[in-house]
C-alpha cells in the first residue's frame, strides 16, 4: 500500500506560482505511476498531470499545458506539482493519488490541499 499526504497549497494572486508536494510512504513507491487531480466547488474531480515511477511519460490536461509541470524524486518518496501563471478558474482542492504499475486506475489519494487564486 502507499499513504499520501499534500503540502503547498494556500492563496496567491493571478498570475503568481505555487508549488504542490505530496509526500508518499510504502514499499512499492518506485513502481508507481504519479497523478495530480482537481475539483473545485460543485463540479466533477478533474484530471490535472501524471509521471511514471521512471519520471517519464508526464502527461497533462489540456487546460494545464505549459503553466504546470509534474515530477518527482525517489529518493525523497516525493512528487511535485509547479503551478505558474496561474488563473482564478484554477482554484480547487488539488488530491495527489497514485496507482500500481500494473494497474490501470488510481488505488490510494491524498486528503487534498486548497489553492486559492484571486483575481
Known amino acids: 500500500q502507499v499513504q499520501l499526504v499534500e503540502f503547498g497549497g494556500g492563496l496567491v494572486q493571478a498570475g503568481g506560482s505555487l508549488r504542490l508536494s505530496c509526500a508518499a510512504s510504502?514499499?512499492?513507491?518506485?513502481?508507481?505511476?504519479m497523478g495530480w487531480f482537481r475539483q473545485a466547488p460543485g463540479k466533477e474531480r478533474e484530471f490535472v498531470a501524471s509521471?511514471?515511477?521512471?519520471?517519464?511519460?508526464?502527461y497533462y490536461a489540456d487546460s494545464v499545458k505549459g503553466r504546470f509541470t509534474i515530477s518527482r524524486d525517489n529518493d525523497k518518496n516525493t512528487a511535485y506539482l509547479q503551478m505558474n501563471s496561474l488563473k482564478p478558474e484554477d482554484t480547487a482542492v488539488y488530491l495527489c493519488?497514485?496507482?500500481?504499475?500494473?494497474?490501470?486506475?488510481?488505488?490510494?489519494w491524498g486528503q487534498g490541499t486548497q489553492v486559492t487564486v484571486s483575481s
Open positions: 493519488a497514485a496507482r500500481a504499475l500494473t494497474e490501470a486506475s488510481y488505488n490510494y
Open positions: 509521471i511514471s515511477w521512471g519520471g517519464g511519460s508526464p
Open positions: 510504502g514499499r512499492t513507491f518506485s513502481s508507481v505511476v
